[in-house]
Each structure stands twice: as C-alpha cells, then as structure tokens.
Nanobody, 123 residues
Framework: VQLQAFGGGLVQAGGSLTLSCAASTITFIHYTMAWFRQAPGKDREFVASHRWRGNTEYNVDSVNGRFTIYGDNAKKMVHLHMNTLKAEDTAVYYC?????????????????WGQGTQVTVSS
C-alpha cells in the first residue's frame, strides 16, 4: 500500500490549508484513513480519522472544531481541511491506513503510513 500525502506548506496564523492523501492501491473493503502529526521533540499525535462507512473522529483537545476530515471512498482519498491555524499546529502531518477499519487513535493500529507533509504556521 502506498500513501501519498500532499498539500502542506507555510501559512499565516488564522489561515487555512487543506491536506490530501491518496491511497490508490488499497484493496481493503473496510479501512480507516487517519491524519497524525508530529512536532519537533514531541510524540506523534492523532488528529482525525475517517472510516470507510463515513464515521469520523477528531482529537478535540487539539483541533477543537477547526479541522474537518472528509473522505472519498471511490478515489481512496482523505482530505483534512484546517481552519484558523495556530502556531502550535506546526508539525509534519502524516496520513495512515488501518486495514482493519477500526476506530483508533493509537499509532500502533495503523499499518501503512505516508511520507509526511510539513505544515508551518507563522505567528
């Protein structure tokens, strides 16, 4: 399974950015696609997930209604639209796939990872 993440970049605080992840080689029927992020010196952190059936979950403590995840099952893609970005959102964002299709915030549940895309928010 190959995951390709794109859409990162430099944005001013208060701005918006949309990340996308393509997992075109997925053949699983049930799967979960998620976004994690990792800031320098910190652990990788769950951001949001989208299950094949449409359920979504968010790390409310971190994104608090500012981010929206939506998926396109036909294209095997997931997008993360980020609004009202803050300096603390600066991190490398990774997309990941859990081929079991479960709802998990644990990095260990995800078997496949993209290469990461840098998001930098300037204050």
């Amino acid at each position: 399974v190959q995951l390709q993440a794109f859409g990162g970049g430099l944005v001013q605080a208060g701005g918006s950015l949309t990340l996308s992840c393509a997992a075109s080689t997925i053949t699983f029927i049930h799967y979960t696609m998620a976004w994690f992020r990792q800031a320098p010196g910190k652990d990788r952190e769950f951001v949001a997930s989208h299950r094949w059936r449409g359920n979504t979950e968010y790390n409310v403590d971190s994104v608090n209604g500012r981010f929206t995840i939506y998926g396109d099952n036909a294209k095997k893609m997931v997008h993360l639209h980020m609004n009202t970005l803050k300096a603390e959102d600066t991190a490398v964002y990774y997309c990941a796939v859990d081929p079991k299709g479960l709802s998990s915030r644990d990095v260990r549940a995800y078997d496949y990872w993209g290469q990461g895309t840098q998001v930098t928010v300037s204050s």
